[in-house]
């Protein structure tokens, strides 16, 4: 039976980072991980350029039932110092809007760092490998069960990742290990993931597919805006994916098509100037043409503005800057880009990333709940949760 000092299940971002980190201590380390490759969602990231980091990372970025657990492990491995590594391996990067960092050429210059730095750390790396089962000897070490043989080491770090994007191989087991030994697992659910429509709004929306726009969006006391973007299926873009994280099933959502525009007072001014100009050859000045046609009545849209009184344009106004939309649903896991929910991290030393009762038990990345916005901010979670527990377990 092989025995090195941690066995780590998962090979993605936050495994890789904590197998470099122990094995940079001396450790011996082995990494387990059923996919054929490693880092797959590394290299899916911000479509193949891998939305690596923000420049602007704090607690107040991250979804959890415990706000402050992310802020030790943040601010021992900073989004700075993972920029230090991308540096010395002359990765060449670029800024994007609100803070993302993404490589220039491809996130497989991210992957080959990694996987360069555990060869360099004496990391063994057992691909295609799953594990079927996990055990513990009295207050001892961790038995890992595979089709390849059994391994036992007195640390084990679950690093099996959410159910985001199951194509690539998500499985609920991280949640079934933590279950296992006790500890309580808030319930997953899709997080930065496409919206849905009603029927109804399906049928009324169809012709908008593919227009995108500048737009807040407000859910459950928490507002984001950036583009908005019409599909044949419903809602998405950066600015739904950001709300779909604290959105629940049966809320309504509110949209402002307009931000930082006094659609009411623009209307009657152009009521003044140009009285017989129709309220649609208006608004299409501020808005594309099909969404205009789409959202507001044909007989008021044809209107002439001197026609309409001003109670209309605040309800025309209230119809364009709070719309208020039910999303049906979502396009679940298979488009999501994490999973909320997870491990419950009152269970977990925000220090070490150990299981406070079950020593030598750890839990990094997206198995936790702590859920990153839109932007690099997942990535730095693993990067910064993995380093922590490399420097422990």
Not at 279 to 287: D, N, R
Request: hydrophobic share 40%; charged share 20%; aromatic share 8%.
């Amino acid at each position: 039976m092989t025995t090195p000092d941690i066995i780590i299940i998962g090979a993605g971002a936050s495994g890789l980072m904590c197998a470099i980190e122990a094995g940079n201590r001396g450790r011996s380390v082995l990494i387990l991980d059923h996919a054929k490759k490693a880092g797959q969602k590394i290299l899916m990231s911000g479509g193949g350029r891998c939305n690596f980091t923000n420049l602007s990372v704090s607690a107040a970025n991250y979804i959890s039932r415990n706000p402050h657990f992310s802020k030790s492990a943040l601010s021992r491995f900073t989004q700075w110092d993972f920029l230090a590594k991308i540096e010395q391996h002359k990765i060449p990067f670029h800024e994007r809007d609100h803070g993302q960092l993404f490589c220039d050429n491809s996130a497989k210059e991210i992957l080959t760092m990694l996987l360069s730095e555990c060869d360099r750390a004496n990391v063994k790396l057992m691909l295609n490998t799953e594990v079927t089962g996990v055990a513990r000897e009295e207050g001892k070490d961790f038995i890992v069960t595979t089709p390849r043989g059994e391994f036992k080491s007195p640390s084990l770090v679950v690093a099996t990742g959410g159910l985001s994007i199951p194509g690539v191989g998500a499985t609920p087991f991280g949640y079934k290990i933590a279950e296992q030994f006790g500890i309580k697992v808030w319930p997953p659910c899709p997080g930065l993931v496409p919206f849905t429509l009603q029927p109804r709004d399906k049928e009324r929306l169809a012709t908008l597919s593919g227009i995108s726009v500048d737009a807040v969006v407000t859910c459950c006391r928490h507002s984001f805006r950036e583009n908005l973007l019409f599909t044949h299926r419903g809602l998405s873009g950066p600015v739904i994916l950001q709300i779909s994280s604290h959105w629940q099933p049966g809320e309504t959502i509110t949209i402002d098509l307009l931000p930082g525009t006094d659609l009411v007072s623009l209307l009657k001014k152009a009521q003044q100037e140009h009285p017989k100009q129709q309220v649609k050859s208006m608004l299409v000045t501020l808005l594309p043409k099909r969404l205009v046609a789409a959202i507001v009545e044909k007989e008021l849209g044809e209107a002439q503005l001197n026609s309409v009184s001003h109670a209309r344009f605040n309800a025309l106004g209230a119809s364009l800057k709070q719309w208020e939309v039910k999303p049906g649903g979502t396009e679940g896991y298979r488009t999501a880009e994490v999973t909320v929910g997870g491990v419950d991290c009152d269970a977990v030393s925000s220090k070490t990333m150990e299981a406070r009762k079950v020593p030598g038990l750890y839990f990094i990345g997206e198995v936790l709940d702590v859920t990153g916005w839109l932007g690099g901010y997942n990535l730095q979670w693993a990067w910064s949760s993995g380093w922590v527990a490399g420097q422990f377990a």
